[in-house]
């Protein structure tokens, strides 16, 4: 599971469902006080559910993806 770490709007999302990850891609990007912050996989995996979509505002801790 990825989280969001501050809130902030999903400015991209890089990845699909199903999708295999390495440890170190980038997931998506969150886009916050005018600077854009990158959200990487912390292991490899799979991507199980993408809870956000473009655009969304989160807060921090929110759910952004789930890992398989």
């Given at each position: 599971?990825?989280?969001a770490?501050?809130?902030g709007s999903?400015?991209?999302i890089?990845?699909?469902?199903g999708q295999p990850v390495k440890a170190t891609d980038v997931l998506l990007t969150l886009e916050a006080m005018k600077m854009e912050t990158?959200?990487?996989?912390a292991?490899?995996?799979v991507i199980g559910e993408i809870?956000?979509?473009p655009g969304a505002?989160?807060?921090a801790k929110d759910l952004l993806i789930l890992l398989g």
């Open positions: 599971m990825r989280a770490p501050m809130p999903v400015s991209s890089a990845v699909a469902q990158a959200i990487h996989a292991q490899d995996c809870a956000v979509k505002q989160v807060d």
